[in-house]
């Protein structure tokens, strides 16, 4: 019996769209197909490739308003926010653009003797599998390398955002990506599962919750497939005592409630210097009963619904739960909060680490805020996380905070900003966050492998 997916979308609770998912034979077919066309992608000049990726990427572009209407109807976001393309661009064209230099064989010797050398090697097929909440961008973060570096790519995408998968499939090919190149595929988790079991894939990119990474990683348990997983993230924001305080309420306020709260670099817990901590409470506190909850599709709605009820359930429980066990809400139920999917963004103060809010993913738009002493005491709260993805220091004193950041357990440290991916910088964590190397020169090491070459002449 055919298994059905399906998007609900968080606006109404609508079905928004419907696709059947591929039986087993068919999924296995569709990936034999891309091991066939694999070795004649790669076969193809690196510019060429690149030169796909590119005009693919411009091909996206070049209807970003529907493209913010979509994710609204799919996920939540609201159209004021123009969808995606800024950041899908930049990722991809920095990666276009590394490429040459990225992708270049390593020479340790070429003389009249030897020819010593390190090149790189597509994997073979990649497989992609992508999350609904930034689902444009966190899908083009391994395609765009993993084809220009020659692999085949199979893409799977999540139930929320059905159609991105088909968009970005209907992007490469109206450019000439040969379709068996790049597969967008309908799975379920079973099929899922027993293709990478069966050693469908080449590569294993998950990027999602710790339950899926851990059950990617037992699909793939004895195969020898690399599985790069990017999962939870609980991320810490500091507030140190000579910090600027509107610079870093616009900043982290940002950072715990754009997209309602659904980013895996979100900042989930603030712990602001006690000399600031009023001061950073009360202006946190009107930020955000300034926000707009509402239908996404309206211009002036900032804060739209959570992509999903369980999502919206889930927040709910643990900032009802703080509150039983002695915290404070600061903010007073909005009137478009349904108890479904509209959800009110909340602060939370006299909240401590024995709270499931400031130990568990909450991914939505709810923050705990604690004052500290000082640098170690933040630290040691920072570190007090089984996740560790990024971390935000607000300070005048940049020696500081690459001080700090050396102490801390995250992948990525910010100073005086957060939630945001540098293509140029490795995005990458550590803990139950996962594993892997993804965008940067290390992205395309990944997504290939070192062959060696020693070669004795004469």
């Known amino acids: 019996m055919t298994k059905t997916l399906t998007c609900i979308s968080p606006i109404d609770g609508s079905v928004y769209m419907e696709r059947p998912a591929l039986s087993r034979d068919a999924a296995e077919a569709r990936v034999a197909a891309a ?12 510019d060429e490739r690149v030169a796909l990726v590119r005009a693919a990427v411009a091909k996206v572009g070049e209807d970003t308003a529907l493209m913010a209407t979509e994710l609204a109807h799919q996920m939540g976001r609201p ?31 070429d003389s009249a003797a030897f ?24 899908a083009i973060n391994t395609v765009a390398p993993a084809l220009i570096a020659g ?20 992007a490469f090919h109206a450019v000439g990506v040969p379709e068996d190149v790049f597969a967008n595929v309908f799975l379920d988790h079973d099929t899922t599962s027993a293709l990478i079991a069966g050693r469908a894939f080449d590569f294993v990119n998950f990027t999602g919750s710790v339950r899926g990474g851990q059950e990617m990683e037992r699909a793939a348990a004895g195969t020898f497939t690399p599985v790069a997983t990017e999962l939870g993230g609980k991320d810490p924001g500091y507030v140190r005592a000579d910090a600027d305080v509107a610079a870093a309420v616009d900043g982290l306020l940002d950072g715990a409630f754009f997209n309602s709260g659904q980013c895996c670099c979100g900042i989930e ?21 300034a926000m707009k909850l509402g239908n996404p599709l309206d211009q002036d709605t900032t804060i739209g619904p959570m992509a999903n009820r369980r999502f919206a359930d889930e927040v709910r429980a643990q900032i009802s739960e703080a509150v039983a066990e002695g915290a404070t809400a600061h903010i007073d139920t909005f009137p478009e909060d349904d108890g479904g999917t509209y959800l009110t963004p ?6 401590d680490h024995s709270m499931r809010v400031m130990r568990d993913e909450s991914f939505g738009p709810v923050v705990g805020i604690m004052p500290v002493s000082g640098d170690d005491e933040a630290i040691t709260l920072m570190n007090d996380s089984d996740f560790g993805l990024t971390a935000a220091i607000f300070t005048h004193d940049a ?3 690459e001080r700090i950041g050396q102490r801390l357990q995250t992948g990525t440290v910010f100073m005086n900003r957060c939630d945001y991916l540098d ?33 004795k002449k004469g």
């Open 115 to 138: 020819t010593r050398k390190i090149t790189r090697e597509p994997h073979g097929v990649v497989f992609v599998v992508a999350p609904w909440n930034y689902p444009w961008m966190t």
């Open 79 to 109: 159209v004021r926010y123009g969808g995606e393309f800024g950041g899908f661009e930049e990722r991809a064209s920095y990666m276009a653009d590394i490429a040459d230099d990225a992708l270049a064989p390593m020479v340790i010797e």
């Open 399 to 401: 020696d500081a905070a």
């Open 269 to 289: 817990r603030i712990y602001v210097h006690e000399d600031l901590f009023d001061a950073f409470v009360e202006k946190a506190v009107e930020t955000v009963r």
């Open 423 to 455: 293509p140029a910088l490795c995005w990458t964590g550590c803990k139950d966050t996962g594993r892997g190397a993804g965008l940067s020169v290390l992205g395309f090491h990944a997504l290939t492998r070192p062959k060696s070459y020693h070669l």
């Open 151 to 170: 692999n085949a790519v199979v893409l799977k995408h999540a139930t929320q955002t059905l159609q991105v998968g088909e968009r970005l499939a209907e």
């Open 346 to 351: 909340q602060i939370l103060t006299g909240v």
């Open 35 to 46: 091991r066939a066309a694999q070795p004649e992608w790669a076969a193809r000049p690196l």
